[in-house]
Antibody, heavy 117, light 110 residues
Framework: QVQVVESGGGVVQPGGSLRLSCAASGFTLRNYNMHWVRQAPGKGLEWVAFVEQAGSEKYYADSVKGRFTISRDNSKNTVYLQMNSLRGEDTAVYYC??????????WGRGTLVTVSS | QTVVTQEPSFSVSPGGTVTLTCGLSSGSVSSSYYPSWFQQTPGQAPRTLIYRTNSRSSGVPDRFSGSILGNKAALTITGAQADDESDYYCMMYMGSGIWVFGTGTKVTVL
């Protein structure tokens, strides 16, 4: 069955870095575009980043542009989100989602990132 | 930057019908924005209900339907059930590789 599983969350100090991973199974990752979406505690959903199938096209929300980098390794069935210069407002549950017709069809359960000193 | 707006909350009686809407701070919603709808209960990951305006995701009951109503996207729940009590988010594809979620609507069934 199709699954995406996020990992790599944790507590990090402001200004620090963290790399999230999204492990895909049950489907051929190289055939799908992928996204990261986040949700701050008690807040709504926010789209974060997109990477197309081969990894050459990438797009970001303005709130993370220049600080976050999305990438993928199709040979390892994994999508990544490198987060640098982290701020308190980046504290959130980060979800990985598979793209389907400009939307998402499968979501992971999320991984919590807490930015705090 | 364009804001995607939703009603903050709605209440519906069991068995009743409710229509949530999703608009733009400037301009009208059309199918070219590929509006989607998601359901989320507290502590859970979102679940995709509707994509491409009115296509139901796999396993979604047919009491959920999507449409364009006037200048907004709409999600209608017909015959609401207790477990439909959730937060509902819309999302638009703005073009140029940018997606924007709506502000979310909390639906209470009572």
């Amino acid at each position: 069955q199709v699954q995406v599983v996020e990992s790599g969350g944790g507590v990090v100090q402001p200004g620090g870095s963290l790399r999230l991973s999204c492990a895909a199974s049950g489907f051929t990752l190289r055939n799908y575009n992928m996204h990261w979406v986040r949700q701050a505690p008690g807040k709504g959903l926010e789209w974060v980043a997109f990477v197309e199938q081969a990894g050459s096209e990438k797009y970001y929300a303005d709130s993370v542009k220049g600080r976050f980098t999305i990438s993928r390794d199709n040979s390892k069935n994994t999508v990544y989100l490198q987060m640098n210069s982290l701020r308190g407002e980046d504290t959130a549950v980060y979800y990985c989602a598979r793209d389907y017709v400009y939307s998402f069809d499968y979501w992971g359960r999320g991984t919590l990132v807490t930015v705090s000193s | 930057q364009t804001v995607v707006t939703q009603e903050p909350s709605f209440s519906v009686s069991p068995g009743g019908t409710v229509t949530l809407t999703c608009g733009l701070s400037s301009g009208s919603v059309s199918s070219s924005y590929y509006p989607s709808w998601f359901q989320q209960t507290p502590g859970q990951a979102p679940r995709t209900l509707i994509y491409r305006t009115n296509s139901r995701s796999s396993g979604v009951p047919d009491r959920f339907s999507g449409s364009i109503l006037g200048n907004k996207a709409a999600l209608t729940i017909t015959g609401a059930q207790a477990d439909d009590e959730s937060d509902y988010y819309c999302m638009m594809y703005m073009g140029s590789g940018i997606w924007v979620f709506g502000t979310g609507t909390k639906v209470t069934v009572l």
